[in-house]
């Protein structure tokens, strides 16, 4: 079959991360999470091809309500839950201690499960504004694939936060030891 364009929705100043269609479809949600707090997630009718709406945060991530009344935004630390009728953050939820990059309502819209690169996800109870963890860092890597080789990896955020964390894989069970010097 043919594919073709319909249109293309820009004037992002950071990096479109984050797309998620209304549930019925008539609304786009995309979010980018640029520097000086310039970032935000925003409502696009599909239909007329204009913004209709913006919510002020620097996305990571989005995700809508299964009936379309909330849209969620993980961003650095943190989920908000933004009324879509009013534009007002709901709630803001924290457990995370890294990006999160992952948001999913359950159908029913009861939970919402988030990702984060700190390796834990949450459930959150909707109703309560409270989360359950379920810390994925001891499998996380072994869970895709298996380790072949011992690799340091980049340390994240970046080397001038004094809360970096500096990722390690392990080709086999074995006890490590990290020493940290000064310069």
Known sequence: PDQALITTFGGYVGDANAVAFSPDGQVLATGDAASWGLGGARL??????????RFPDDIVSLA???????????????IKIWSIKD???VVDLRGHKLPVYSLVFSPDGQKLASG????????WDMHLSRGT???????????????KQNRLLPNYPNPFNPETW???EIARDTNVTIQIFSQ
């Open 133 to 147: 963890a379920i810390d994925l860092t001891r499998n996380v890597f072994t869970q895709w694939s298996k380790i």
């Open 87 to 89: 534009q007002q953050t």
């Open 116 to 123: 984060s690169g700190d390796g834990t996800m949450i459930i």
């Open 44 to 53: 696009w009718s599909v239909l007329k091809q204009v913004e209709i709406a």
């Open 166 to 168: 500096i990722p390690f």
């Open 64 to 78: 809508y309500s299964p009936h379309g009344e909330f849209i969620a935004t993980g961003s650095w630390q943190s």
